[in-house]
């Protein structure tokens, strides 16, 4: 492979894999190292209709990948954890990304993990021409692991602040999340999962589209809800038994891993329903009922679209996934709710501000910090199980201040985190240009 693939050479790599930029709608971009790793994952799962594409400063990173669309930008010899040297990269490389996209590209996901060089300054720019041709852009990014440090944190913070300015949606995988989620990860297969839900995201909304429904949702309808839609959130859920349509919808809708974030706040909902057509499992008309009644019951203000999809592997369970988009509230705006008043413009202390960013995507208790036990709760296995049993991010002062107070608590009194396996962010500021973003 040349150091630096010519548009020829790329040319050739559509055709060797049967795949032209005009055939599919959808493409994907793995940009960086954690983003081509995510995109690969996705490849290997043999998602159809989409394109896939790496794009880095690294030429071995890329060679490493089981799919032939790769471009190289720079030198080939990495960006040296430098977003500045990816940025100026991409932007040398300019027409070479444009020519990526065919005249049937209608949708694109930038995926990269944040933090590094890169993912952090390349994917802006991907992002940017992406846009600018007017197709529907969507990035979905990693944030570090705490243990990776608070320099690299803030890097991927900046990071996926630059990439929201030039996407209609911005979708945020907080690795550390993950760890709390997943209580099995090691520091080996940490990453893995984090390109699995990344994939999991992408395929999720690329399904929607691709895969015919009976009744069926198409890029129309992920364009309606997603175009200029504001904060925006991906959810799954599944459900069983007599009750497993509520059940699954109530599963999208209370997963720890959307932060209290209200699904129903927003101005645009797409639900898809998947249940399995064969005889003994399909669905009935009363278990259609319960969705029937469920979107009903949403405001009226709130623009909804439903379809239901088979999807025979499913067997007895049931699955949902719900995407929403339009909330209006933004920090600055929840604030003034809560004060009851406006207030004017502060200078921000630029330290404080990035302290905030961290705190707001990794909790209060980011970094060490010691917990101060009275001395008699010490040999107190309930008390010592319920203190264990709480994720680290919400061991705060108020809960040790309480669980002092009372020592007889037992571990089923804090809520614990429902170890889903489906895409359901929570949302962040919401930039003044640009696009919005998607947490989790």
């Not at 992002?127 to 890097?155: N, S, Y």
């Not at 893995?192 to 895969?211: P, W």
């Not at 101060?372 to 709480?390: C, H, K, N, Q």
């Amino acid at each position: 492979m040349d150091e630096n693939l010519n548009m020829d050479s790329l040319s050739s790599q559509f055709n060797q894999n049967s795949i032209s930029r005009d055939e599919n709608e959808i493409m994907v971009i793995g940009v960086g190292g954690g983003g081509g790793n995510a995109v690969n994952h996705m490849y290997k799962q043999g998602v159809d209709k989409v394109t896939f594409v790496a794009i880095n400063t690294d030429k071995v990173a890329l060679e490493k990948l089981d799919f032939d669309n790769r471009l190289v930008i720079g030198s080939g010899r990495g960006a040296g954890a430098i977003p500045e040297v990816a940025r100026e990269a991409a932007e040398r490389d300019l027409e070479r990304i444009k020519s990526l996209f065919g005249d049937k590209t209608k949708m694109v996901f930038v995926t990269a993990g944040m933090g590094g060089g890169t993912g952090t300054g390349a994917a802006p720019v991907v992002a940017r021409v992406a846009k600018e041709r007017g197709l529907l852009t969507i990035g979905i990014v990693t944030i570090p692991f705490v243990f990776e440090g608070r320099k690299k944190i803030l890097k991927a913070l900046d990071g996926a602040d630059e990439l929201a300015k030039h996407v209609d949606a911005l979708l945020i995988i907080n690795n550390e999340r993950l760890v709390e989620i997943y209580g099995d990860l090691n520091f080996f297969n940490a990453f893995g999962k984090a390109d699995d839900t990344l994939s999991t995201a992408a395929r999720s909304i690329s399904d929607i589209i691709n895969v015919p429904g009976y009744i069926n949702l198409d890029f129309n309808d992920v364009d309606t809800t997603l175009r200029n839609g504001g904060t925006a959130i991906i959810s799954t859920g599944y459900g069983e038994g007599p009750s497993r349509v509520t059940m699954a919808l109530q599963n999208a809708l209370n997963s720890p891993l959307l932060k209290n974030r209200d699904i129903l706040g927003s101005k645009r909902l797409l639900i898809n329903l998947y249940v399995s057509e064969t005889e003994d499992q399909t669905i009935a008309m009363n278990e259609m009922g319960q969705l029937s009644s469920f979107v009903d019951n949403i405001d009226q203000e709130v623009d909804v679209i439903w379809g239901v999809t088979i999807d025979n592997s499913l067997g007895e369970q049931v699955k949902v996934i719900i995407l929403a988009a339009g909330f209006d509230v933004t920090i600055r705006e929840e604030e003034e709710e809560v004060i009851g008043r406006k207030r004017e413009y502060q200078p921000v202390d630029p330290k404080k501000k990035k302290e905030k960013e961290i705190e707001k995507e990794y909790g209060t208790s980011f970094g060490t910090k010691y917990v101060v036990l009275a001395p008699e709760y010490m040999d107190d296995d309930r008390f010592i199980s319920e203190f264990e049993g709480t994720p680290t991010y919400l061991r705060d002062k108020r809960l040790t201040d309480s669980l002092n107070k009372a020592p007889a608590a037992t571990a089923s009194s804090v809520p614990a985190d429902d170890p889903l396996s489906p895409v359901m962010p929570q949302t962040s500021r919401q930039e003044k240009k640009g696009g919005f973003k998607i947490d989790f």
